[in-house]
């Protein structure tokens, strides 16, 4: 049973432009939720996270969207950058819980 | 502060031997957490370990097992290994369940 899932694979976008990212979550006691960014052979790295009591956390660039209602968030990236080619992971907590993560979308910024 | 430390990089075994990855978490962090990256695919929970006792393990057979010594560092053991085992396995550490860093991993390759 696959509890957290992006359902796009793979998206393009052009240097300069918007990039979203859409996570979807079925478990209703996650309360806590991240975005990773992974680049092939090395460890995820830590991009932004959002507790369930906010519905929008924002860092520069970067900012994510949660809709408890529809258990779904989003990653935006504006403007999004050649460097931001990578492999984006939504995971997701319960209080004290283990890390459940998506399947992954893979990004690629193109010139 | 050293992040998450992960040994060896790289492990090459052949099928039916064991394998031992290590992980030395970020001081301070008492839980250890293991995943699987298998080719193509996402993160797939493994283990996790909590002020030395495994609190959780996701769906792997009893042939993946671990354990977490009194210093917080922890040990992913694979017995019998097969040639799916091969996989990018990657830990992290948090402090009471938020917080995760991840290390770079351990590229494991059964032939």
């Known amino acids: 049973d696959q509890q957290v899932k992006q359902n796009s694979p793979s998206l393009s976008v052009q240097e300069g432009r918007i990039s979203i990212l859409n996570c979807d979550y079925t478990n209703s006691m996650f309360d806590y939720f991240l975005w990773y960014k992974k680049y092939p052979a090395e460890g995820p790295t830590f991009l932004i996270s959002i507790s369930s009591i906010k519905d929008k956390n924002e860092d520069g660039r970067f900012t994510v969207f949660l809709n408890k209602s529809a258990k779904h968030l989003s990653l935006h990236i504006v403007p999004s950058q050649p460097g931001d080619s990578a492999v984006y992971f939504c995971a997701a907590s319960g209080t004290a819980s283990k890390l459940t993560f998506g399947t992954g979308t893979r990004l690629q910024v193109t010139l | 502060e050293a992040g998450v430390t992960q040994s060896p990089t790289h492990l090459i075994k052949t099928r039916g031997q064991q394998a031992t990855l290590r992980c030395s978490p970020i001081s301070g962090h008492t839980s250890v957490y293991w995943y699987q990256q298998a080719l193509g695919l996402g993160l797939q929970f493994l283990l996790w370990y909590d002020e030395g006792e495994e609190r959780n393990r996701g769906n792997f057979p009893p042939r993946f097992s671990g354990r977490q010594f009194p210093n917080y560092s922890s040990e992913l053991n694979v017995n019998a290994l097969e040639l799916e085992d091969s996989a990018l396995y990657l830990c992290?550490?948090?402090?009471?369940?938020?917080?995760?860093?991840f290390g770079s991993g351990t590229r494991l390759t059964v032939v």
């Open positions: 992290a550490s948090s402090e009471r369940g938020y917080g995760y860093t």
